[in-house]
Nanobody, 128 residues
Framework: QVQLVESGGGLVQAGGSLRLSCAAS????????MAWFRQAPGKEREFVAAIAWSGGSTNYAISVKGRFTISRDNAKNAVYLQMNNLKPEDTAVYYCAAAPSRGRPVVSLTTTPNYAYWGQGTQVTVSS
């Protein structure tokens, strides 16, 4: 049974930092692109960041570029999202997701239908 379990969310003041973690289990994720999405109340789930299996290719939403960093540790089947200089508009439930790359570039995998596996999400709240 494939599982993606997020952790690290919480309440932080604007300008602060959080590091989200996603632990994957149940299969090998070799060749999979790993990503983070987020969903704020009343809004659609949106792409945040993605990283290729090798870790050599990443992609970020414009709204988080320069503030967030995605990374992965394949030996641990884990992916991380370091979030710095957080803003109130970053408040959302953050989801970890996995997509088979099938040769597709990381920059093309920014929509939810591409992702086969999802975690349950972790809440991030940024106060002003």
């Amino acid at each position: 049974q494939v599982q993606l379990v997020e952790s690290g969310g919480g309440l932080v003041q604007a300008g602060g930092s959080l590091r989200l973690s996603c632990a994957a289990s149940g299969r090998t994720f070799s060749g999979y692109v790993m990503a983070w999405f987020r969903q704020a109340p009343g809004k659609e789930r949106e792409f945040v960041a993605a990283i290729a299996w090798s870790g050599g290719s990443t992609n970020y939403a414009i709204s988080v570029k320069g503030r967030f960093t995605i990374s992965r540790d394949n030996a641990k089947n884990a992916v991380y999202l370091q979030m710095n200089n957080l803003k109130p508009e970053d408040t959302a439930v953050y989801y970890c997701a996995a997509a088979p790359s099938r040769g597709r570039p990381v920059v093309s995998l920014t929509t939810t239908p591409n992702y086969a596996y999802w975690g349950q999400g972790t809440q991030v709240t940024v106060s002003s």
